[in-house]
């Protein structure tokens, strides 16, 4: 199995070289080249650590073999440090939780991988077998960025150059959203400077002057791309052989497609890829992405090489470059992250276009520990969502204040100016969003009889709320009202009562407060509770 090294390289008298970093030798049966960053791919065998080689010194196995000096672990709690990293020394440990903590995912070890390292072909063999036109037409890729690393970003761009065909890619498109990383200046236009001692004009910088968020990065970048395709991407990921064929090749026989390839998991700590199968990708009420399983009839194709259809996109897309622009692009009025997946897959469903999962289209995307940028998410995730919801779901808008367990009136949210995307909507003469729900995503639970939803106070002491309890568990407490989720109480047309959350989905089983027949209440699944009997049917009365 081939290894790789980076370090000063030694000549041995039998020819072989020897490669040395850090804390390990390596003996190299093979040639070592320089690059962007060094890459010795050969047959290695371990050279016992703390011996030296002289000019023109042969190598020796040592008789005795060194114990290996217990080195402390310094962050025992670390994400970073559960199963990688043990033979890292103190002052090393103390640069990699530096790094992890800037970064969310190994930078350590990325600065010390090659940029054009091998990552497993994880298609489904089928994909191998597929054939594509020759007359496909380009790309443009873009990577959004914001600090990121520079290695990982630099291996992103490598890794497009290597394994997309050079008559297809048309350009790359770094978009830069006002990083202060100092790496992501100077450094990074020497190395794009080299890039195009091979490739005259190939890569192209946007800087923004003040942080945009991720919508306007994006749209940034597809306003700079050249190719009759752009696939905007996320700096952190690697792609896989062969994977933009069967993108363009799709795009080629229908411009109204809005695509996404499959992704793979990359480990934030040892930076390992992980298989994902295929899946679609979709949504809860309070918008939130997920994975979701494909509609029945692709699962009847028995083919997991073939395309299917997803209510939604998840990061990463793929689109005619002059179509994307028909529809409206993306939604400027976004703010910083969330939402605008949702809302792109809404729209393109219900004004004339269709997305896609591309099962032989692969991309290793870094699965980070913790976002350094936005510690809390659900901020900007509501905001957004709120602003989708007015502009598209017409009368199940409400749902989504209900998943935020918001007021469905003046719930002091400010959504931004709507009018134009409304404008958009009209003009586009899209579908209703009760055909989404029926064609689209049928799986979807529109909440239709839902009476009411919030706290139930105790009438005798107002201060205490009902409260789902300890988790797991099966009894309902009656707890201080602080009103968070474990307090959310939701009342449907059939007299049930969950406790703690409703559901998004029709597949998912909420928690139904029941009669045990016993002094206590309980708190079970729904269809849980029908199996055993219990009363389960509550009569409102005021």
Known sequence: ??????????????????????????????????????????????????????????????????????????????????????????????EAEGLFQMYGYNAFLSDR????????????????????????????????????????????????????????LKDIILVDDHSSNEDLKEKLDVYISFIHEERPGLVKRVRHSEQLGLTQARLSGWR????????????????????????????????????????DKVRFDDLTVTRYGPAADAFDWALWCMYESFRPEWYALKDESQPGKSPSIMGILVVDRLFFGEIGALDGGMKIYGGENVELGIRVWLCGGSIEVI???????????????????SITVKRNALRVAEVWMDEYKHNVNIAWNLPLKDHGIDIGDVSERKKLRK???????????????????????????????????????IDQGPVPGNTPILYGCNYYSP????????????????????????????????????????????????????????
């Open 1 to 94: 199995m081939g290894r790789y090294c980076r370090g000063p390289i030694r000549m041995t008298r039998s020819g072989a070289r020897t490669c040395s970093r850090g804390w390990r030798k390596w003996r190299l049966t093979s040639r070592c080249w320089f690059g962007e960053q060094l890459s010795c791919v050969s047959t290695v065998k371990t050279i016992n650590e703390g011996i030296s080689l002289k000019e023109g010194q042969a190598v020796k196995a040592p008789e005795v073999k060194k114990e290996r000096k217990v080195v402390k672990k310094l962050y025992p709690n670390s994400a970073l440090f559960k199963s990688w990293g043990d033979e890292l020394s103190e002052e090393e440990q103390k």
């Open 113 to 168: 991988l090659p940029l054009n390292r091998e990552i497993p072909d994880t298609r489904d063999p089928k994909c191998a077998n597929h054939q594509y036109p020759h007359d496909l037409p380009t790309i443009s890729v873009v990577l959004i960025y914001l600090d990121e690393a520079l290695s990982i970003i630099k291996r992103a761009v490598r890794s497009i150059i290597d394994k997309t065909p050079q008559r297809l």
């Open 224 to 263: 700079e791309a050249e190719g009759d395709v752009v696939a905007i991407l996320d700096a952190h990921i690697e792609v896989h052989v062969e994977w933009a064929e069967p993108l363009l090749a799709r795009i080629k026989e229908d411009r109204t497609l809005v695509l996404t390839p499959v992704f």
């Open 359 to 377: 099962p032989c289209s692969k991309i290793a995307h870094i699965e980070r520990a913790h976002k350094p940028y936005l510690p809390d998410l």
């Open 427 to 465: 003009r586009l003469n899209c579908k209703p969003f009760q055909w989404y729900l029926d064609n689209v995503y049928p799986m979807l639970d529109p909440l239709g009889d839902l009476l009411g939803y919030g706290a139930l106070v105790n009438d005798l002491k107002t201060d205490l709320c």
């Open 487 to 542: 307090q959310n109480c939701y009342y449907r047309a059939s007299g049930e009562i969950y406790i703690g959350g409703i559901k998004s989905h029709k597949y998912n089983s909420n928690r139904c407060l029941v009669d045990t027949g016993t002094r206590t209440p309980g708190l079970y699944e729904c269809k849980v509770a029908k199996q055993k009997g219990f009363h389960m049917l509550w009569e409102f009365q005021q």
